[in-house]
T-cell receptor
């Protein structure tokens, strides 16, 4: 497995509280991604980063924000968690964003439950 | 934007038989098509990929075919084994300066002994 870790691996929180998930990589890859995985929906892109301080929205970005202050860390924040954000969150990395070298490698996932 | 549809959502085959999973995509500019396997409770892992300049790629018991005209691609697993049981995801990349891969909804493959 590529050098990707996520923390925490499991979290239970209450509606309305802020939550931050962390993705850490040791591969020095430029691109980092946050996905959520829900039954029947596969993997849906939340946000991605193409460099330090460079981020962009994915298809399901509402209610989420991200930050990348260092190459190795990509943070996902749920500003005010809702029950609809209960999901498994995966971080992924890729060496480049070009179409020829964009194989993505996934982290182990974070299971988030919002009560 | 790109949309990827995957069928079937569930598939059960006898051990030793072949399994085929099909995907269609909407953006004709897509040119990279990876397949991921996800075992229960694990992360998705790349098993094979194909780029738009080839029509077929094979790796041991796994093969992928691409029909750019029809905008569909398929995963073929031959001589299935119990360890092939997993959820399989197809994906297509949007051709842009940043790599945004759109995933299909997944196929749960079960291998019957």
């Amino acid at each position: 497995d590529a050098g990707i870790t996520q923390s925490p691996r499991h979290k239970v929180t209450e509606t309305g509280t802020p939550v931050t998930l962390r993705c850490h990589q040791t591969e020095n890859h430029r691109y980092m991604y946050w996905y959520r995985q829900d039954p029947g929906h596969g993997l849906r892109l939340i946000h991605y980063s193409y460099g330090v301080k460079d981020t962009d929205k994915g298809e399901v970005s509402d209610g989420y924000s991200v930050s990348r202050s260092k190459t190795e860390d990509f943070l996902l924040t749920l500003e005010s968690a809702t029950s609809s954000q209960t999901s498994v969150y995966f971080c992924a990395i890729s060496e480049s964003g070009g179409a020829l070298e964009d194989t993505q490698y996934f982290g182990p996932g974070t299971r988030l439950t919002v009560l | 934007g790109e949309n990827v549809e995957q069928h079937p959502s569930t598939l059960s085959v006898q051990e030793g038989d072949s399994a085929v999973i099909k995907c269609t995509y909407s953006d004709s500019a897509s040119n990279y098509f990876p397949w991921y396997k996800q075992e229960l409770g694990k992360r998705p892992q790349l098993i094979i990929d194909i780029r738009s300049n080839v029509g077929e790629k094979k790796d041991q018991r796994i093969a992928v075919t691409l029909n750019k005209t029809a905008k569909h691609f398929s995963l073929h697993i031959t001589e299935t084994q119990p360890e092939d049981s997993a959820v399989y995801f197809c994906a297509a990349s949007i051709h842009s300066s940043a790599s945004k891969i759109i995933f299909g909804s997944g196929t749960r493959l079960s291998i019957r002994p």
